[in-house]
Protein backbone atom coordinates (compact mmCIF):
# COMPACT_ATOMS: atom_id res chain seq x y z
CA UNK A 1 0.00 0.00 0.00
CA UNK A 2 1.35 3.57 -0.61
CA UNK A 3 2.31 5.60 2.04
CA UNK A 4 0.06 7.83 3.77
CA UNK A 5 1.06 10.25 6.27
CA UNK A 6 -0.63 13.21 8.16
CA UNK A 7 2.06 14.41 10.58
CA UNK A 8 3.51 17.87 10.09
CA UNK A 9 7.18 17.81 9.14
CA UNK A 10 9.47 20.85 8.71
CA UNK A 11 11.76 21.73 6.42
CA UNK A 12 14.91 20.06 8.64
CA UNK A 13 13.05 16.53 9.54
CA UNK A 14 12.72 16.20 5.27
CA UNK A 15 16.38 17.44 4.90
CA UNK A 16 18.09 15.14 7.52
CA UNK A 17 15.78 12.20 5.82
CA UNK A 18 17.94 13.03 2.50
CA UNK A 19 14.81 12.11 0.63
CA UNK A 20 15.08 12.48 -3.17
CA UNK A 21 12.33 13.53 -4.93
CA UNK A 22 10.26 9.98 -5.48
CA UNK A 23 10.19 9.44 -1.95
CA UNK A 24 9.15 13.30 -1.29
CA UNK A 25 6.13 12.60 -3.36
CA UNK A 26 5.47 9.65 -1.15
CA UNK A 27 5.28 11.41 2.27
CA UNK A 28 4.04 14.74 1.46
CA UNK A 29 0.30 13.96 1.07
CA UNK A 30 -0.48 15.31 4.99
CA UNK A 31 2.89 16.97 5.30
CA UNK A 32 5.05 19.53 6.00
CA UNK A 33 3.93 23.58 5.55
CA UNK A 34 3.52 24.48 1.62
CA UNK A 35 6.87 27.20 1.58
CA UNK A 36 8.98 24.57 2.58
CA UNK A 37 8.23 21.86 0.85
CA UNK A 38 7.88 23.72 -2.44
CA UNK A 39 12.00 24.71 -2.40
CA UNK A 40 12.86 21.35 -1.52
CA UNK A 41 10.40 19.36 -3.89
CA UNK A 42 11.73 21.89 -6.60
CA UNK A 43 15.27 22.61 -5.81
CA UNK A 44 17.77 20.99 -8.01
CA UNK A 45 20.12 22.45 -11.14
CA UNK A 46 18.20 25.44 -12.52
CA UNK A 47 18.60 24.26 -16.20
CA UNK A 48 16.66 22.20 -15.71
CA UNK A 49 12.81 24.10 -15.23
CA UNK A 50 11.71 25.02 -18.69
CA UNK A 51 9.38 27.65 -19.37
CA UNK A 52 6.65 27.82 -21.71
CA UNK A 53 6.09 24.11 -22.07
CA UNK A 54 2.77 22.43 -21.59
CA UNK A 55 1.17 20.49 -19.48
CA UNK A 56 -1.52 17.96 -19.89
CA UNK A 57 -3.54 17.53 -16.54
CA UNK A 58 -6.64 15.06 -16.81
CA UNK A 59 -8.68 16.78 -14.45
CA UNK A 60 -12.23 14.64 -14.41
CA UNK A 61 -14.57 11.86 -16.78
CA UNK A 62 -17.16 14.45 -17.04
CA UNK A 63 -17.75 17.72 -19.00
CA UNK A 64 -17.84 21.16 -17.40
CA UNK A 65 -21.51 22.09 -17.53
CA UNK A 66 -20.60 25.50 -16.99
CA UNK A 67 -17.37 27.68 -16.32
CA UNK A 68 -19.47 30.81 -14.34
CA UNK A 69 -18.13 30.27 -10.55
CA UNK A 70 -22.14 31.15 -9.70
CA UNK A 71 -23.74 28.10 -10.90
CA UNK A 72 -20.24 25.43 -10.79
CA UNK A 73 -21.69 22.89 -8.23
CA UNK A 74 -18.56 20.60 -8.75
CA UNK A 75 -15.15 21.15 -7.64
CA UNK A 76 -13.79 20.20 -11.22
CA UNK A 77 -15.24 22.98 -12.58
CA UNK A 78 -14.34 25.47 -9.75
CA UNK A 79 -10.46 24.57 -9.30
CA UNK A 80 -10.33 25.39 -13.14
CA UNK A 81 -12.74 28.62 -12.37
CA UNK A 82 -10.05 29.62 -9.81
CA UNK A 83 -6.90 29.21 -12.10
CA UNK A 84 -9.69 31.73 -14.82
CA UNK A 85 -10.58 34.68 -12.23
CA UNK A 86 -9.21 34.47 -9.43
CA UNK A 87 -10.76 34.22 -5.82
CA UNK A 88 -10.24 35.95 -2.46
CA UNK A 89 -8.87 33.44 -1.01
CA UNK A 90 -8.37 29.75 -2.05
CA UNK A 91 -8.35 25.91 -0.24
CA UNK A 92 -4.58 25.07 -0.25
CA UNK A 93 -4.13 21.08 -0.48
CA UNK A 94 -4.21 20.83 3.24
CA UNK A 95 -7.28 22.03 3.60
CA UNK A 96 -6.31 25.70 4.61
CA UNK A 97 -7.97 28.92 3.16
CA UNK A 98 -4.93 30.85 2.08
CA UNK A 99 -5.00 34.61 0.18
CA UNK A 100 -5.33 34.70 -3.45
CA UNK A 101 -6.81 38.24 -5.32
CA UNK A 102 -7.19 39.21 -1.35
CA UNK A 103 -3.32 39.80 0.33
CA UNK A 104 -4.78 39.57 3.43
CA UNK A 105 -8.01 39.07 5.86
CA UNK A 106 -8.61 40.48 9.28
CA UNK A 107 -11.06 38.60 11.10
CA UNK A 108 -13.17 40.32 14.53
CA UNK A 109 -12.80 38.48 17.69
CA UNK A 110 -16.45 37.74 17.91
CA UNK A 111 -15.74 36.05 14.38
CA UNK A 112 -18.63 38.42 12.85
CA UNK A 113 -16.60 40.75 10.76
CA UNK A 114 -14.38 39.55 8.12
CA UNK A 115 -12.12 42.21 6.07
CA UNK A 116 -10.36 41.56 3.11
CA UNK A 117 -7.30 43.74 1.94
CA UNK A 118 -6.99 43.24 -1.92
CA UNK A 119 -3.29 43.11 -3.32
CA UNK A 120 -2.23 45.98 -5.12
CA UNK A 121 -2.62 46.65 -8.54
CA UNK A 122 -5.14 43.66 -9.35
CA UNK A 123 -6.58 43.80 -12.72
CA UNK A 124 -8.43 41.61 -15.40
CA UNK A 125 -6.85 40.46 -18.58
CA UNK A 126 -8.40 43.06 -20.56
CA UNK A 127 -6.36 46.02 -18.84
CA UNK A 128 -9.64 46.94 -16.90
CA UNK A 129 -8.71 47.17 -12.62
CA UNK A 130 -10.32 44.54 -10.36
CA UNK A 131 -11.43 46.15 -7.44
CA UNK A 132 -13.72 46.11 -4.48
CA UNK A 133 -16.51 46.83 -6.64
CA UNK A 134 -16.37 43.78 -8.72
CA UNK A 135 -16.20 41.59 -5.41
CA UNK A 136 -19.61 43.17 -4.81
CA UNK A 137 -20.93 42.53 -7.99
CA UNK A 138 -20.13 39.00 -8.03
CA UNK A 139 -21.60 38.67 -4.05
CA UNK A 140 -24.73 40.10 -4.69
CA UNK A 141 -25.11 38.72 -7.94
CA UNK A 142 -24.73 35.17 -5.88
CA UNK A 143 -27.25 35.83 -3.22
CA UNK A 144 -29.87 37.21 -5.52
CA UNK A 145 -32.38 34.84 -6.25
CA UNK A 146 -33.17 35.60 -9.18
CA UNK A 147 -29.74 34.19 -10.31
CA UNK A 148 -30.26 30.83 -9.06
CA UNK A 149 -26.91 30.70 -8.09
CA UNK A 150 -25.34 27.53 -5.73
CA UNK A 151 -24.02 29.88 -3.97
CA UNK A 152 -27.08 32.14 -2.62
CA UNK A 153 -27.38 29.10 0.51
CA UNK A 154 -24.31 29.59 2.00
CA UNK A 155 -23.91 33.32 1.77
CA UNK A 156 -27.64 34.11 3.77
CA UNK A 157 -25.23 34.96 7.05
CA UNK A 158 -24.21 38.08 5.93
CA UNK A 159 -26.08 41.17 7.40
CA UNK A 160 -28.95 41.88 5.27
CA UNK A 161 -28.63 39.30 2.55
CA UNK A 162 -32.09 37.79 2.91
CA UNK A 163 -33.89 41.05 2.32
CA UNK A 164 -31.34 41.63 -0.39
CA UNK A 165 -31.98 38.21 -2.28
CA UNK A 166 -36.00 38.91 -2.74
CA UNK A 167 -35.47 42.57 -3.48
CA UNK A 168 -36.63 43.93 -0.22
CA UNK A 169 -33.67 45.92 -0.29
CA UNK A 170 -31.69 47.51 -2.62
CA UNK A 171 -28.52 47.53 -0.82
CA UNK A 172 -26.51 44.34 0.76
CA UNK A 173 -26.23 45.68 4.38
CA UNK A 174 -23.63 43.26 5.60
CA UNK A 175 -21.20 44.24 2.64
CA UNK A 176 -19.27 47.87 2.75
CA UNK A 177 -16.79 48.84 -0.08
CA UNK A 178 -14.56 52.15 2.00
CA UNK A 179 -12.34 51.51 -1.08
CA UNK A 180 -11.06 49.74 -3.82
CA UNK A 181 -8.91 47.69 -1.98
CA UNK A 182 -11.17 46.41 1.35
CA UNK A 183 -14.13 44.27 1.38
CA UNK A 184 -15.73 43.96 4.29
CA UNK A 185 -18.42 41.20 5.57
CA UNK A 186 -20.81 41.81 8.56
CA UNK A 187 -22.67 38.79 9.64
CA UNK A 188 -25.91 38.50 11.86
CA UNK A 189 -24.13 35.89 13.73
CA UNK A 190 -20.62 34.70 15.30
CA UNK A 191 -18.65 32.25 12.25
CA UNK A 192 -15.80 30.90 12.69
CA UNK A 193 -16.09 28.47 9.57
CA UNK A 194 -16.98 31.69 7.07
CA UNK A 195 -13.44 31.66 5.36
CA UNK A 196 -14.31 27.63 4.79
CA UNK A 197 -17.50 29.04 3.11
CA UNK A 198 -15.53 31.12 0.68
CA UNK A 199 -13.12 28.73 -0.43
CA UNK A 200 -15.11 25.85 -0.55
CA UNK A 201 -14.08 23.73 -2.59
CA UNK A 202 -11.53 25.76 -4.25
CA UNK A 203 -12.43 29.25 -3.87
CA UNK A 204 -15.21 31.60 -5.28
CA UNK A 205 -14.34 33.29 -8.36
CA UNK A 206 -14.59 36.81 -8.70
CA UNK A 207 -16.77 38.00 -11.64
CA UNK A 208 -15.39 41.11 -14.10
CA UNK A 209 -18.35 43.32 -13.68
CA UNK A 210 -17.78 45.82 -16.45
CA UNK A 211 -18.34 42.72 -18.83
CA UNK A 212 -21.31 41.15 -16.77
CA UNK A 213 -23.05 44.00 -15.30
CA UNK A 214 -25.92 44.84 -17.88
CA UNK A 215 -26.81 41.11 -18.05
CA UNK A 216 -29.62 40.79 -15.79
CA UNK A 217 -29.79 38.36 -12.90
CA UNK A 218 -31.97 36.22 -14.66
CA UNK A 219 -29.90 35.55 -17.92
CA UNK A 220 -26.72 35.19 -16.42
CA UNK A 221 -26.94 31.00 -16.21
CA UNK A 222 -27.51 31.01 -19.79
CA UNK A 223 -25.20 33.71 -20.69
CA UNK A 224 -22.70 32.49 -23.53
CA UNK A 225 -19.82 33.79 -20.75
CA UNK A 226 -19.97 30.76 -18.93
CA UNK A 227 -18.66 28.43 -21.33
CA UNK A 228 -16.15 31.26 -23.13
CA UNK A 229 -15.21 32.81 -19.73
CA UNK A 230 -12.42 35.32 -21.80
CA UNK A 231 -11.77 38.11 -19.58
CA UNK A 232 -10.36 36.80 -15.78
CA UNK A 233 -8.11 37.70 -13.45
CA UNK A 234 -6.86 34.86 -12.12
CA UNK A 235 -3.25 32.61 -13.34
CA UNK A 236 -4.39 31.56 -16.55
CA UNK A 237 -6.80 33.04 -19.56
CA UNK A 238 -9.49 30.63 -21.04
CA UNK A 239 -8.50 29.87 -24.32
CA UNK A 240 -11.17 27.27 -25.33
CA UNK A 241 -13.35 25.02 -24.55
CA UNK A 242 -13.32 22.00 -27.05
CA UNK A 243 -16.75 20.34 -26.23
CA UNK A 244 -16.22 17.00 -24.38
CA UNK A 245 -12.57 16.96 -25.06
CA UNK A 246 -10.61 19.91 -22.98
CA UNK A 247 -10.29 23.26 -21.81
CA UNK A 248 -7.15 25.26 -23.21
CA UNK A 249 -5.88 28.21 -20.70
CA UNK A 250 -2.70 29.71 -21.24
CA UNK A 251 -0.64 31.68 -18.75
CA UNK A 252 -1.48 34.87 -18.08
CA UNK A 253 1.43 37.82 -18.51
CA UNK A 254 0.06 40.26 -16.00
CA UNK A 255 -0.53 38.00 -13.47
CA UNK A 256 -0.42 39.82 -10.48
CA UNK A 257 1.83 36.67 -8.97
CA UNK A 258 4.50 36.99 -12.20
CA UNK A 259 3.63 34.91 -15.67
CA UNK A 260 3.56 31.18 -14.48
CA UNK A 261 6.75 28.90 -15.90
CA UNK A 262 4.12 27.23 -17.63
CA UNK A 263 3.04 28.47 -20.89
CA UNK A 264 -0.34 26.33 -21.72
CA UNK A 265 -2.27 23.36 -19.50
CA UNK A 266 -4.47 21.40 -21.84
CA UNK A 267 -7.38 19.81 -19.18
CA UNK A 268 -8.41 17.23 -20.48
CA UNK A 269 -12.11 15.23 -20.38
CA UNK A 270 -11.33 11.78 -20.26
CA UNK A 271 -12.45 8.14 -19.25
CA UNK A 272 -10.21 6.67 -16.44
CA UNK A 273 -9.05 3.89 -18.28
CA UNK A 274 -7.89 5.98 -21.36
CA UNK A 275 -6.55 8.67 -19.18
CA UNK A 276 -4.51 5.62 -17.86
CA UNK A 277 -3.25 4.74 -21.08
CA UNK A 278 -2.28 8.38 -21.97
CA UNK A 279 -0.40 8.60 -18.95
CA UNK A 280 1.56 5.56 -19.49
CA UNK A 281 2.21 7.01 -23.34
CA UNK A 282 3.51 10.34 -21.77
CA UNK A 283 0.60 12.03 -23.72
CA UNK A 284 -0.85 13.07 -19.75
CA UNK A 285 1.04 14.53 -16.87
CA UNK A 286 -1.11 14.06 -13.82
CA UNK A 287 -3.85 11.91 -13.07
CA UNK A 288 -6.51 10.93 -10.28
CA UNK A 289 -6.39 6.82 -10.27
CA UNK A 290 -8.33 4.67 -8.85
CA UNK A 291 -6.79 1.58 -6.04
CA UNK A 292 -6.40 -0.91 -8.68
CA UNK A 293 -3.81 0.87 -10.67
CA UNK A 294 -1.44 1.97 -7.86
CA UNK A 295 0.58 -0.85 -7.39
CA UNK A 296 1.26 -1.45 -11.09
CA UNK A 297 2.21 2.28 -11.58
CA UNK A 298 4.22 2.45 -8.82
CA UNK A 299 6.51 0.70 -10.60
CA UNK A 300 6.57 3.16 -13.81
CA UNK A 301 10.21 4.88 -13.43
CA UNK A 302 8.64 8.08 -15.26
CA UNK A 303 6.25 7.99 -12.82
CA UNK A 304 5.27 9.06 -8.86
CA UNK A 305 1.85 7.90 -7.10
CA UNK A 306 0.96 9.08 -4.16
CA UNK A 307 -2.26 8.58 -1.81
CA UNK A 308 -3.64 11.25 0.53
CA UNK A 309 -6.49 11.03 3.21
CA UNK A 310 -9.41 12.29 1.88
CA UNK A 311 -11.62 14.88 3.15
CA UNK A 312 -14.67 13.64 0.94
CA UNK A 313 -17.41 11.30 1.50
CA UNK A 314 -19.40 8.76 -1.05
CA UNK A 315 -23.18 8.50 0.34
CA UNK A 316 -26.31 7.35 -1.68
CA UNK A 317 -28.62 10.39 -1.76
CA UNK A 318 -32.25 9.52 -1.00
CA UNK A 319 -35.01 12.39 -2.70
CA UNK A 320 -36.87 13.42 0.41
CA UNK A 321 -39.54 14.71 -1.43
CA UNK A 322 -40.51 11.06 -2.80
CA UNK A 323 -43.36 10.01 -0.28
CA UNK A 324 -42.01 6.46 -0.29
CA UNK A 325 -38.45 7.63 1.62
CA UNK A 326 -40.45 9.44 4.37
CA UNK A 327 -39.88 6.40 6.79
CA UNK A 328 -36.44 6.70 8.16
CA UNK A 329 -36.53 2.60 9.29
CA UNK A 330 -36.29 2.43 5.65
CA UNK A 331 -33.36 4.66 5.15
CA UNK A 332 -31.55 2.79 8.02
CA UNK A 333 -32.38 -0.13 6.45
CA UNK A 334 -29.89 0.75 4.17
CA UNK A 335 -26.97 0.56 5.90
CA UNK A 336 -27.46 -2.43 7.44
CA UNK A 337 -28.02 -4.27 4.27
CA UNK A 338 -24.61 -2.68 3.08
CA UNK A 339 -21.69 -4.60 3.95
CA UNK A 340 -19.44 -1.32 4.08
CA UNK A 341 -16.90 -3.12 5.68
CA UNK A 342 -16.09 -5.87 3.60
CA UNK A 343 -16.87 -3.56 0.20
CA UNK A 344 -14.02 -1.11 1.97
CA UNK A 345 -11.36 -4.52 2.67
CA UNK A 346 -11.85 -6.26 -0.53
CA UNK A 347 -12.85 -3.44 -3.58
CA UNK A 348 -11.32 -0.35 -1.92
CA UNK A 349 -8.26 -2.79 -0.81
CA UNK A 350 -8.03 -0.63 2.77
CA UNK A 351 -7.73 2.61 1.15
CA UNK A 352 -10.68 4.27 2.62
CA UNK A 353 -12.70 4.61 5.82
CA UNK A 354 -16.23 3.55 6.71
CA UNK A 355 -18.29 6.69 7.63
CA UNK A 356 -21.58 6.86 9.87
CA UNK A 357 -22.21 10.41 9.06
CA UNK A 358 -20.62 13.54 7.36
CA UNK A 359 -19.07 14.83 10.65
CA UNK A 360 -15.48 13.37 10.60
CA UNK A 361 -12.53 15.69 11.23
CA UNK A 362 -10.39 17.76 11.09
CA UNK A 363 -8.36 16.39 14.61
CA UNK A 364 -10.13 18.78 17.27
CA UNK A 365 -13.52 17.49 16.13
CA UNK A 366 -12.32 14.03 15.71
CA UNK A 367 -15.25 11.14 14.83
CA UNK A 368 -18.06 11.11 16.96
CA UNK A 369 -19.18 8.23 18.36
CA UNK A 370 -22.66 7.05 16.82
CA UNK A 371 -24.13 3.82 15.28
CA UNK A 372 -21.81 2.01 13.48
CA UNK A 373 -25.04 0.39 11.38
CA UNK A 374 -22.70 -2.92 11.02
CA UNK A 375 -23.63 -5.30 8.04
CA UNK A 376 -27.37 -7.23 9.09
CA UNK A 377 -29.59 -8.27 6.39
CA UNK A 378 -32.14 -9.65 8.46
CA UNK A 379 -31.90 -6.41 10.57
CA UNK A 380 -32.51 -4.58 7.60
CA UNK A 381 -35.30 -6.74 6.14
CA UNK A 382 -36.97 -6.19 9.15
CA UNK A 383 -36.85 -2.57 8.78
CA UNK A 384 -37.48 -2.44 5.76
CA UNK A 385 -41.04 -4.37 6.35
CA UNK A 386 -42.11 -2.12 9.53
CA UNK A 387 -41.50 0.51 7.15
CA UNK A 388 -43.90 -0.71 4.80
CA UNK A 389 -41.97 -0.80 1.88
CA UNK A 390 -43.84 -2.06 -1.15
CA UNK A 391 -40.75 -4.76 -2.43
CA UNK A 392 -42.37 -4.55 -5.82
CA UNK A 393 -41.47 -1.40 -6.15
CA UNK A 394 -38.10 -0.59 -8.37
CA UNK A 395 -36.50 2.86 -7.82
CA UNK A 396 -33.99 4.12 -9.88
CA UNK A 397 -30.23 5.02 -8.66
CA UNK A 398 -28.07 7.49 -11.10
CA UNK A 399 -24.89 7.85 -10.86
CA UNK A 400 -22.03 8.92 -13.40
CA UNK A 401 -19.71 6.20 -14.75
CA UNK A 402 -16.66 6.08 -16.15
CA UNK A 403 -14.22 8.05 -13.89
CA UNK A 404 -13.09 5.72 -11.39
CA UNK A 405 -13.22 1.75 -11.88
CA UNK A 406 -13.05 1.11 -8.39
CA UNK A 407 -16.31 3.31 -7.68
CA UNK A 408 -17.94 1.51 -11.23
CA UNK A 409 -17.09 -2.13 -10.13
CA UNK A 410 -18.59 -0.97 -6.44
CA UNK A 411 -22.31 -0.07 -7.36
CA UNK A 412 -23.31 -2.98 -8.85
CA UNK A 413 -22.39 -4.51 -5.63
CA UNK A 414 -24.72 -2.48 -3.54
CA UNK A 415 -27.50 -3.01 -6.03
CA UNK A 416 -27.40 -6.74 -5.26
CA UNK A 417 -27.03 -6.41 -1.40
CA UNK A 418 -30.13 -4.14 -1.46
CA UNK A 419 -32.13 -6.33 -3.78
CA UNK A 420 -31.30 -9.33 -0.97
CA UNK A 421 -33.26 -7.13 1.43
CA UNK A 422 -36.16 -6.30 -0.88
CA UNK A 423 -35.25 -2.98 -2.31
CA UNK A 424 -35.09 -3.12 -6.28
CA UNK A 425 -32.67 -0.26 -7.50
CA UNK A 426 -32.46 -0.16 -11.29
CA UNK A 427 -29.19 1.26 -12.43
CA UNK A 428 -29.72 4.77 -13.94
CA UNK A 429 -25.93 6.02 -15.85
CA UNK A 430 -26.02 9.13 -16.83
CA UNK A 431 -23.84 12.23 -18.01
CA UNK A 432 -23.12 15.12 -15.77
CA UNK A 433 -25.41 17.41 -17.21
CA UNK A 434 -28.04 14.89 -17.01
CA UNK A 435 -27.42 14.12 -13.52
CA UNK A 436 -26.82 17.44 -12.68
CA UNK A 437 -29.83 18.64 -13.86
CA UNK A 438 -32.36 15.76 -12.33
CA UNK A 439 -29.68 16.47 -8.80
CA UNK A 440 -30.01 20.04 -8.93
CA UNK A 441 -32.20 22.07 -11.47
CA UNK A 442 -35.22 19.96 -10.86
CA UNK A 443 -34.72 17.19 -8.15
CA UNK A 444 -36.22 14.76 -10.35
CA UNK A 445 -34.76 11.80 -8.68
CA UNK A 446 -35.30 8.63 -6.86
CA UNK A 447 -31.66 7.89 -5.24
CA UNK A 448 -27.61 9.31 -5.84
CA UNK A 449 -24.86 7.67 -5.45
CA UNK A 450 -21.61 9.46 -5.72
CA UNK A 451 -18.84 11.05 -3.62
CA UNK A 452 -17.22 14.80 -2.71
CA UNK A 453 -16.62 17.79 -0.74
CA UNK A 454 -14.55 18.88 2.04
CA UNK A 455 -16.73 17.32 5.05
CA UNK A 456 -12.80 16.94 6.52
CA UNK A 457 -11.81 20.48 6.92
CA UNK A 458 -14.48 21.90 9.40
CA UNK A 459 -17.58 20.03 10.46
CA UNK A 460 -19.48 23.02 9.36
CA UNK A 461 -18.97 22.38 5.85
CA UNK A 462 -21.42 19.45 5.71
CA UNK A 463 -24.46 22.31 6.88
CA UNK A 464 -25.10 23.19 2.91
CA UNK A 465 -26.01 19.71 2.66
CA UNK A 466 -28.43 19.63 5.43
CA UNK A 467 -29.78 22.78 6.38
CA UNK A 468 -33.13 23.70 4.61
CA UNK A 469 -32.57 26.94 3.73
CA UNK A 470 -30.08 25.64 1.22
CA UNK A 471 -32.54 23.49 -0.61
CA UNK A 472 -31.45 22.90 -4.54
CA UNK A 473 -31.54 24.96 -7.10
CA UNK A 474 -30.32 27.45 -4.37
CA UNK A 475 -28.32 25.71 -2.72
CA UNK A 476 -26.81 22.03 -1.99
CA UNK A 477 -29.24 20.20 -0.02
CA UNK A 478 -30.14 18.11 -2.77
CA UNK A 479 -32.10 15.28 -0.68
CA UNK A 480 -34.35 18.03 0.51
CA UNK A 481 -33.72 17.57 4.09
CA UNK A 482 -35.61 19.61 6.92
CA UNK A 483 -35.12 19.15 10.21
CA UNK A 484 -35.29 22.78 12.45
CA UNK A 485 -33.73 21.34 15.02
CA UNK A 486 -30.52 20.54 12.64
CA UNK A 487 -30.62 24.03 11.31
CA UNK A 488 -30.36 25.27 15.24
CA UNK A 489 -27.98 23.53 15.59
CA UNK A 490 -25.41 23.95 12.79
CA UNK A 491 -26.17 27.53 13.15
CA UNK A 492 -24.75 27.38 17.20
CA UNK A 493 -22.24 25.32 15.73
CA UNK A 494 -21.11 28.81 13.73
CA UNK A 495 -21.41 30.69 16.46
CA UNK A 496 -19.59 28.86 18.99
CA UNK A 497 -16.76 30.83 20.82
CA UNK A 498 -14.77 27.58 21.35
CA UNK A 499 -13.78 24.30 19.50
CA UNK A 500 -14.69 22.60 22.63
CA UNK A 501 -17.98 24.16 22.12
CA UNK A 502 -18.34 23.77 18.56
CA UNK A 503 -16.98 20.02 18.98
CA UNK A 504 -20.11 19.50 21.72
CA UNK A 505 -22.50 21.02 19.60
CA UNK A 506 -21.39 18.61 16.04
CA UNK A 507 -21.20 15.93 17.88
CA UNK A 508 -24.89 16.15 18.40
CA UNK A 509 -25.81 17.10 14.67
CA UNK A 510 -23.83 13.26 13.90
CA UNK A 511 -25.91 11.93 15.91
CA UNK A 512 -29.18 13.10 14.74
CA UNK A 513 -27.98 12.55 11.04
CA UNK A 514 -26.87 9.46 11.98
CA UNK A 515 -30.06 8.24 13.16
CA UNK A 516 -32.23 10.37 10.38
CA UNK A 517 -30.16 8.83 7.64
CA UNK A 518 -31.40 11.79 4.77
CA UNK A 519 -28.27 10.03 3.29
CA UNK A 520 -26.32 6.85 2.92
CA UNK A 521 -23.04 7.50 4.31
CA UNK A 522 -20.84 5.33 3.28
CA UNK A 523 -16.29 6.02 2.80
CA UNK A 524 -14.20 7.73 2.41
CA UNK A 525 -11.60 6.61 -0.33
CA UNK A 526 -8.13 7.79 -0.24
CA UNK A 527 -7.18 10.35 -3.04
CA UNK A 528 -4.98 8.46 -5.24
CA UNK A 529 -2.63 10.61 -7.84
CA UNK A 530 0.24 9.44 -10.75
CA UNK A 531 2.10 12.04 -11.63
CA UNK A 532 4.55 12.07 -14.46
CA UNK A 533 8.17 12.77 -13.24
CA UNK A 534 8.56 16.14 -15.71
CA UNK A 535 5.68 17.93 -13.34
CA UNK A 536 7.55 20.07 -10.81
CA UNK A 537 5.79 21.71 -7.95
CA UNK A 538 3.03 19.63 -8.01
CA UNK A 539 1.21 19.29 -4.23
CA UNK A 540 -1.21 16.63 -4.12
CA UNK A 541 -4.17 18.34 -2.60
CA UNK A 542 -6.57 16.01 -0.05
CA UNK A 543 -9.37 16.94 -1.71
CA UNK A 544 -9.36 15.00 -5.30
CA UNK A 545 -10.89 18.12 -7.47
CA UNK A 546 -8.38 20.65 -6.18
CA UNK A 547 -5.21 19.23 -8.29
CA UNK A 548 -4.82 22.42 -9.73
CA UNK A 549 -4.68 24.35 -6.64
CA UNK A 550 -1.38 25.62 -6.99
CA UNK A 551 -0.49 25.25 -10.66
CA UNK A 552 0.78 28.50 -10.98
CA UNK A 553 3.77 27.37 -9.11
CA UNK A 554 4.04 24.11 -11.27
CA UNK A 555 7.32 24.05 -13.76
CA UNK A 556 8.18 21.34 -16.40
CA UNK A 557 11.73 19.53 -16.18
CA UNK A 558 12.76 17.36 -19.16
CA UNK A 559 15.24 15.52 -17.40
CA UNK A 560 13.31 13.74 -14.62
Not at 186 to 199: G, I, S
Not at 233 to 251: P, R, T
Request: aromatic share 10%; proline share 5%.
Amino acid sequence: MAEIWDLDRTAAEWERRGLDRRQLMKLIGAGAGLSALTTLFTAGPASAAQDGEEIQVSIHWKKPATLGPLFSTAGFEQQVERLIFGALVKMTDQLQQEPDLAESVDVSEDAKTYTFHLRDGLAFNDGTPLTSDDVRFTIERALDVRTGSIWHGRLLGITGAADFAEQKADTLAGLETPDEQTVIFKLDNPDAAFLQVLADYTGLGILPKHILNDVAPDQLANNDFNLNPTVGAGAYNFVQYASDQYVELEANPDFWGGKPAVDRLFLRILQADVAIAELENGGVDLVSIAIDDIERLEEKENLTVVSVPSPSMDSISFNLDREYFQDKRLRQAFHYAIDRETIVKEIYKGYATVRNSPIFGPDWMGVPEVNAYPFDPDKARQLVTESGWDTGREVEMMYVPGGNKTFDNMVPIIQAQLADVGVKIKLLQLDAAELNKKLVAESDYDLYIGGGGVYGADPGISAKYYISTNLTPGGANSVHYINPEIDDLYARGREAGTQEERKAIYEQIATILNDDCPSVFLWSPTTNFAVSNRLQGFLPPSYVDNRLWNAEDWSVSEGE
